[in-house]
Structure formats: C-alpha cells, structure tokens
C-alpha cells in the first residue's frame, strides 16, 4: 500500500516537471538538495503513519525488542529522486548519492549588452524625475516622479554589480550629458559601473531622449512641463519595455531575467498611469 502510493506520487511529480517552463526548470535545478529533504521526509512520515495506524489491543502489538529488530522503513535507498531534464526532454530519476547542483549558466552577451545599455538608460530617467521634481505643478506628476527615481536609483546600483560581477563594464553615456553629473543624482551612489561610458551616443538606444528633448523638457514649466514629462517618459519607458521583451527571449542569467520582468510590469503600471492623467 505505501509503495502504490510512492508510486503514484512519483508519477505525478513526474507529469508536474514535464510542464515546466525552461526557466522554472533552472530554478528548480537551484533546490535539487531540498527536494531530496521532501522526498526522504515523504518516506518517512508514510512509515509512520503505517506504524500509528495498527489497530488492536496491547497483546496484538508488537514487543519493543521484535520492534527493535524489524528493518527499518523509508531508508535512503528506498528514495528516487526526479531530475529535470533540460527543455522539451522528460525527467530523469537518480539515486540521493548521484544528485548534483548544477551551476546557474553565466551571463551571455544579450544579457551584458541589457545591463551596459540599461544603465545609462536608467540614468536619464533619474535625471528627468529630477527635473520634474524642481518644475512640475501637478501632484500626481510629482508623486509619479518620485516613484520612478525610487525604482531606478537602486536598479541602476544592481545592474552595475553584476556587470561587475561579469567582469564587465557598461559602456556608453546619452548624448550630451557628463557623467560625474549623474553620479552625483539621488540613488546614483556605487556607480563603479559607469566608468567608459563618455564619448558615445546612445541616442539610437530605444526611447531615448536627444539632447533637443531633453534640453525642451527642461526649459518646459507650468502645466507645459508636466504635460511634456508625461509625454517623454512614456516614450522613455516604452524603449525600456523594448530592451526587456529582447532580453527576455535571448538572455540566460535568471538574474537578468527577474530584473528584466520587474522592469517590465513596474513600468508598464506606470505608462498606464501616465496616459490616465495626460487624459
């Protein structure tokens, strides 16, 4: 009976891995130690069970010294472990001594190209929320500012790391600004990673404003300020969007790819908000 439903629960695990997404597999590749864990404590708590659940009267059960002497159920021999097999191959099982943590696969280059572009991309959005922090009228403007500013500071620190973790740098600057300047932004604080970056033009990076756009949002004032930030941010965020997706399909660093997806549905909350208040 606890073997039918070993059996069983082996199969269904089984079904449940085959489903599985390429990156929830690598994941998974990440917890193969606690999958062990679960699977010896699933033995042993059928083996209990089995040993609570005998019925009958005292003189029925058992002496302590033939209990002592029985085999003991649920040993580590008896467990199968299931592997996840890479993409569109099926689960594989081994026993717990054959079990290996397999190392996360390094950053390839669609995923340092995403860190050294996104950086600088990041910047200028910091830098335009500075400007709406001083200029802009509207509340809502200027809370939205601020969001954006809390957000990015600290991803332009993250991305910096791992480029340097990479052994990497980001390279590149947006037209027309220095970046001692930048380094000296709110939340620009760690930006090792931004050293090279002078002397290219990043104005074909998608959404990116040119030096004339952002030299107009920051002549801009009044209700004309607010209605341009709104304006230019979402073409801004909308590039940021376009890196992401790019990432997304040819990155492979599960780091890259989590950050990738918060960008994405932090910014795309905020391009709605922003077309809601330009009306």
């Not at 620190?157 to 980001?170: H, R």
């Not at 604080?189 to 756009?213: A, K, R, Y």
């Amino acid at each position: 009976m606890i073997r039918d439903k070993a059996r069983s629960f082996r199969e269904q695990a089984v079904h449940y891995f085959e489903g599985l997404s390429y990156r929830e597999r690598t994941m998974l590749h990440k917890t193969r130690a606690l999958i062990l864990i679960l699977f010896v404590t699933f033995g042993l708590a059928l083996a209990g069970c089995s040993d609570a659940g005998g019925g009958g009267d005292a003189a029925d059960r058992p002496s302590p010294e033939a209990t002592s002497q029985a085999p003991s159920a649920g040993t580590e021999d008896d467990v199968t472990v299931l592997v996840p097999g890479a993409p569109g191959d099926d689960a594989s099982t081994a026993a717990p001594g054959e079990v290996e943590v397999a190392e996360p696969p390094a950053p390839n280059d669609a995923d340092l190209e995403f860190l050294a572009m996104m950086v600088p991309h990041h910047a200028q959005a910091v830098e335009m929320a500075e400007l709406a922090d001083r200029y802009a009228t509207s509340r809502p403007v200027r809370a939205l500012a601020d969001r954006i500013r809390a957000a990015q500071g600290p991803e332009i620190v993250l991305m910096s790391s791992l480029l340097e973790e990479a052994g990497a740098q980001a390279h590149g600057d947006h037209e027309g600004h220095d970046m001692d300047e930048m380094e000296g932004m709110e939340g620009m604080e760690g930006m090792e990673g931004m050293d090279g970056m002078d002397g290219m033009d990043m104005s074909g990076m998608p959404g990116m404003l040119t030096t004339p756009q952002l030299d107009a949002l920051a002549k801009a004032r009044g209700r004309a300020f607010d209605r341009m930030f709104l304006q230019r941010m979402i073409q801004h965020h909308e590039g940021a969007l376009t890196m992401a997706g790019a990432v997304a399909v040819d990155g492979v660093d599960v780091r890259v790819a989590e950050l990738a997806a918060d960008i994405t549905l932090g910014q795309t909350a905020e391009i709605d908000r922003m077309r809601e208040l330009l009306g």
